[in-house]
C-alpha cells in the first residue's frame, strides 16, 4: 500500500484537548479531522454524546462507539478524536491495538483536567460515574489511565503547556511517522 499513510488517534479523558487539538493538528497536516463523538451522536440521531446517552443509555452509546470506530478506521490519512470512553467500549480496544494507526495520548493530571472542564461547556458531558463531571474526573483517571497508556504509541503531557506546545509536539510526532 504506497502512498498509505496511518490515521492519528488522540485518546484521553475530557478536558485533555482531543477534539481542539485534533482540529488543529489536522488542519496543519492537511488531513481529515474526525470527532468519534460526533460520529456516534449522528449515528444515534441524537445532538451530542449527552443526548445520546440519557436517551439510549451508556450501553446503547458504548455499542454504538464500537462500530462508529470500526467504520472510521476504514480510511486512512487522518486525525481522530475519540471520546474519552472510547478505548472502554467492548471491542474498541482491540480495534485499537490491530488497525494501522498511531494512536497518542493526550494526559494531563486530574487537577488540569479538572480546571479545564471548569473552565468549559460542560452542557452535553454528562456525569458517568457520579453526579458530577468534575467530581468523577479522579474515578475516571484511575479506570482509565492504565488502558490509554497501554494502548498509545506515544504519550503527551499536557500539565503546564500552551496550546501551540502541545501541537508542536504532536505535529513532530506526526511527522516522525512520515
Do not use: W
Not at 454528562?126 to 490509554?148: H, I, K, N, S, W
Not at 504509541?153 to 511517522?177: C, K, Q, Y
Amino acid at each position: 500500500m504506497s502512498g498509505h499513510t496511518p490515521n492519528l488517534i488522540l485518546i484521553g479523558l475530557r478536558g485533555s484537548g482531543k477534539s481542539t487539538l485534533g482540529t488543529l493538528l489536522a488542519q496543519h497536516l492537511g488531513r481529515d479531522f474526525i470527532d468519534l463523538d460526533r460520529v456516534v451522536a449522528q449515528r444515534m440521531n441524537a445532538d451530542g454524546p449527552g443526548e445520546a446517552i440519557e436517551r439510549d443509555g451508556i450501553d446503547a452509546f458504548r455499542a454504538n462507539e464500537t462500530e462508529a470506530l470500526r467504520t472510521v478506521l476504514e480510511a486512512s490519512n487522518r486525525v481522530i478524536a475519540l471520546g474519552g470512553g472510547t478505548p472502554t467500549a467492548p471491542g474498541a480496544a482491540e480495534l485499537l491495538r490491530s488497525c494501522d494507526a498511531r494512536v497518542i495520548y493526550l494526559r494531563g493530571t486530574t487537577e488540569t483536567l479538572r480546571d479545564r472542564l471548569a473552565q468549559s461547556d460542560n452542557t452535553d458531558r454528562p456525569a458517568l460515574v457520579g453526579d458530577d463531571v468534575l467530581g468523577e474526573v479522579q474515578v475516571l483517571f484511575e479506570q482509565r489511565d492504565g488502558l490509554y497508556r497501554e494502548l498509545a504509541e506515544s504519550t503527551v503531557h499536557i500539565d503546564g503547556t500552551s496550546e501551540a506546545s502541545v501541537l508542536r509536539a504532536l505535529i513532530a510526532l506526526a511527522n516522525a511517522g512520515v
